[in-house]
């Protein structure tokens, strides 16, 4: 069934064309991911809200979200270039010019003839979004060190100099940071954050990655517990960090947890058996809090005025507002820099605008440092399953489109029709896809025109259903290319 | 026996296009011409018979293996040539070759240098730089590497120069001599004449003529064209004459008349009565008798009385 010469040939003959497109779409997504600006996307999402552009934005407050528009315009249109010219090449090119008629005129069989071609176009596809994704994956890893593992953010940056250490070992020891006083500042700045501010937002990040290392070995442990029981999903027998955060006495329960949550605070087991322990108990604490509060009525002892999650935002704003007045200074700026409220004189006109206290504004200006600072983090955080699945993804996609216009290029003796027809459809698909993605309200039928529907992108990035597309594609590939098979075998070529 | 059949081989493309109920036999050792005009249907028989398209009717067979069903098979035994020169793309001349050559398992390279140093080709050039002519000596190599039992050609010449056409005549003369079946599809009088047993005529998708080529050289028929002196002697000689006049010209004196060999003592007999101006043979060749059928209105009861006759 296989030819070597005609395989050598294929390649001989378009290895070029691959060679750019590949080139190009590795360069474009590495730019889209070292380009991302994780602060500004957040900023600029939200000030968009309400706008057209708001559907192009919500997507971009994640490394991966940003990467949208790359899987469905970009590497789509290259994809196309590619297998509408390659695909055209193959075939119908040599039965128009008649060139067929050499190969044809040796002891081989047209079966193996379409069948070396059916392959070469189909590896050459696989073996381009292989290098483009290994590409992406590198310049992820190179920039942001997130594929393996932390991200290197620009405090992790600021640190390593003081402290003399790698940046990437470093992010993997944060606790370091806290040691040092000189690295503690420059950190800060780094973030545009105060000393205070910046250490509650370090000590998060720790804990956190000290749940996520234990979550990683508690569920490691669980799969080899239910590793013969089918009854159990995958889905049940994984521990989440979330899942700890509420429940961390589960960590106590394994000793290889507790070394390596120990490990990522820099701490003995003894010591973080110790905080696991008090995270329960304040856990524990909370929630009777919370019952008792729910008994007692409003009747307390705290200040008149509490934050609530419904009045945070408005007293933000205004404590942003009165503090620019009070500094003789621009709103923005003061939002860009909220350690500027914290200056004696605009809290005291803070005080007066908002009628909290000192304290309860100090705290709001910190829950509010920290939490925009940790979404840069998240938004920086590469899922890799994710990423596998847009990459898997968008060559499923770009296979079904070149099963098309190989079939085209079966089916048609004409080089012009083939190609009209061939790379007019895929062509289509572009524009529907474009329309559809820069669009706000664009009319429902449109998902049914295009193949690219098939491949959702804001299914895999939200961990949707997204499976089906991705097997129909296959489906509408495997039938046109055994169709291409077939009609090859048996038409009549004008040779 | 024959090793190429064409038999009552049908394939209409419509718009009176195609070839209708076209039949031959080619036997083994026999070269076969194949003329008629552009577009007559020469290329669309050849390219059935290669198996590139299905027959609506009829069948095509060659060694006794159909020409569609088997049509890989066949290959093994067969060398073709191309009418058109169309090259995969980017390739050099030597790069081709190798592909070719790799494409029928071919180990043994000397037959394709033979025919490099015959017809004198350079092959390291890329294709698309090359003239016409090196084309057409590079599809000649390729063709013909394997030493092939059948050599089916298509308009092999067009495109060579006299020189390399004559070459080319002196290699398909000796495959014929080494007793190779050969199929030759041309437009080109002279080459089928100098080369081919037997020839089938062919215009607008029939064959209205298989004529041996012998049977054209050795007509025992001659047509010679006589003017007489003066008018006087031109009217003696038709009324005493016992022999068919074809044409009679009055005006110049001069009639049109075919003898066969039996009958020539008899014709100067007759004309050492009259005084001549001239006497001269009108030979009879094959484009003649090709013409006679390239004609539209000659129906092909005309061209086959021609031939008899030797008249034109």
Known sequence: ?????????????????????????????????IGYDAAGYASIASAAEGTAFSSLLSSMDSLLGNLENFYKLIALILGIVYVVFTANNLVVNEVDSGSMAYTLSTPIKRRSVIFTKSLYMISSVLLMYVI?????LGASQLQYNNVTGYPITDDVEAAAEPLDQSKRYLSERLYLIEDNEQAMRDAAAARDMDLEAYSIYLTEVINDHSYEETAKIITDEREDIYEEDDDIEDEDIKITTEDLMKDPQMILESNDALTAGAKVKGISVNEYQQFVNNEVKSLRSKENKKVEESEEGQEDTQPAFRV????????LQTVIESSANALNMNSNQVEDNLTLTKDPAALEAAIEATGLQEEQIITMTHNTMV???????????????TYFWLSIGLFSLILAISSISFFTSTLFNRTGVALAVGGGIPFAFFLLTMVQQLMDDTPAILEYLTLTTLFDTDAILASGEFGWGL???????????TAANIIFTKKDLPL | MSVIKVNHATKDYGHGRGIFDVSFEVKEGETFGFLGPNGAGKSTTIRHLMGFS?????????????????????KHDVGYLPGELAFPKGMTGDQFIEYMAKERQLTDMTQTKELKELFEIDSSKAIKEMSLGTKRKLAVVTAFMHDPKILILDEPTSGLDPVMQERFIQFVLKEKAEGKTILLSSHIFTEVDATCDRIAIIKDGVVVSTVEADELKQNTNKSFKIEFANFKDYQKFIKNTALTISVKRPKQNQVKLTVTDQKMQELFMELSEVKLKFISEIKFTLEDYFMDFYDRDKTVADGEENLQYGMH
Request: charged share 20%.
């Open chain 2, 54 to 74: 299905k027959l609506d009717d009829g069948e095509l067979s060659i060694n006794g293996k159909n020409s569609w069903k088997s049509a890989d098979n066949i």
């Open chain 1, 371 to 385: 939490s925009s600072a940790r979404a840069v983090d998240q938004a920086l955080e590469f899922d890799r399953e």
């Open chain 1, 471 to 481: 097997i129909a594609l296959g489906i509408i590939a495997f039938g046109l290319y």
């Open chain 1, 132 to 136: 483009v994704s290994l590409a992406g």
């Open chain 1, 308 to 315: 609530t999650e419904e009045n945070a935002g408005l007293l």
């Open chain 1, 1 to 33: 069934m296989f030819s070597k010469p005609i395989f050598k040939q294929s390649v001989k003959t378009n290895w070029r064309l691959w060679a750019i497109i590949t080139i190009v779409a590795s360069i474009i997504l590495s730019g889209f991911i």
